[in-house]
């Protein structure tokens, strides 16, 4: 795709467009968004509404085939991730694809499979791959500022909610979301870490329900080696006595820590002090991602999110999972 402008369709506009990603396709040079889709047409023409978008489309395959649309933002549960990617694919059109990327692995194999018949790009959500203080971590790790890298470990634990008992809350029913909270959730750290470290080989997990207050996995925890010999462990849990996000790599010469979600600093720790890195992130928190995936579509650079990186987190979390899941 050359530089012209990137007309979006998006495929699903509920409460993560509003924020988080919606507005940024507007905002990045060379990029607008033409068309939104809803199956609720009051709501798809209420958002069109508010967000000064011309047309409107209670049909998917409508607004992908609307010529004017040039690239898709799949922004459904992951259980229609697939169907509209491979429609926007066949339509010659590139997707962005919120995360996960799929059900699991083998849906993102067949989305990468039809992307490389066609030669359409696909890209994935994960977008703390472009947000300055995950840059800057990546930079300080590749410039030895911690030395030999040894470990990670990372964790995160929330208090149980109602709402997510609620069946309108499709994130802990796995026959939308392909699981529960860890995947929600934890994927964002999984594929940060492949960001980070390299891709992670799983060496044992463990899941379960602990809370039972709904179907899906509450509880996790896994041991992985990522490409660099980096050893790590990682603990999820969604029905705790206390809230904690925090991700720790250790290495001969110093030590780093971080979260995934909060926007709190990175702390650095060597033998020559503590520095404390303080970072701002955006308003509309995918606009660095979506600046990226833009550039690339317009052949001036290249977004470090991909269905490839992508569906190396899915699987991931397919091997964490697969005794959960066929013991269901």
Request: glycine fraction near 10%; aromatic fraction near 8%.
């Amino acid at each position: 795709m050359s530089q012209r402008t990137i007309a979006w369709g998006f495929v699903g506009c509920g409460s993560v467009t509003e924020r988080k990603s919606g507005p940024a396709f507007s905002q990045v040079p060379g990029s607008r968004v033409v068309a939104v889709m809803r199956r609720d047409a009051a709501k798809a023409q209420d958002y069109a509404r508010r967000h000064g978008i011309s047309r409107w489309y209670d049909d998917a395959d409508r607004l992908i085939n609307d010529p004017e649309v040039n690239a898709v933002y799949v922004a459904t549960p992951p259980s229609t991730h697939m169907l509209y990617a491979l429609k926007a694919i066949a339509a010659g059109k590139p997707v962005y694809i919120e995360k996960p990327m799929a059900m699991d692995h083998r849906q993102c194999a067949r989305i990468l499979a039809a992307s490389e018949e066609a030669g359409v790009p696909v890209f994935v959500a994960y977008y703390r791959r472009a947000l300055p203080r995950f840059v800057q971590v990546q930079q300080l790790l590749s410039a030895g500022t911690l030395g030999a890298l040894r470990t990670v470990r990372t964790a995160l634990y929330r208090t149980h909610h109602p709402e997510s008992q609620s069946p309108s809350f499709w994130r802990t029913q796995p026959g939308i979301a392909g699981g529960g909270l860890f995947m929600d959730l934890g994927s964002h750290t999984l594929d940060l870490l492949d960001f980070l470290l390299g891709p992670l080989t799983l060496q044992g997990s463990t899941a379960g329900n602990l809370g039972g207050w709904y179907e899906a996995e509450d509880t996790v925890s896994l041991c992985f080696q990522a490409a660099n010999g980096v050893q790590g462990v990682g603990q999820w849990g969604f029905s705790s006595f206390r809230a904690l996000d925090e991700v720790e790599i250790t290495g001969d010469a110093g030590v780093m820590t971080f979260s995934t979600f909060g926007d709190g600093p990175v702390v650095v720790t060597t033998a020559e002090g503590t520095r404390v890195l303080e970072f701002l992130n955006p308003q509309a928190i995918q606009q660095p991602l979506i600046t990226q995936v833009v550039a690339e579509l317009q052949g001036v650079g290249r977004s470090p999110s991909t269905g490839y990186s992508a569906a190396r987190t899915s699987a991931l979390m397919d091997g964490v999972l697969a005794d959960y899941r066929s013991g269901r």
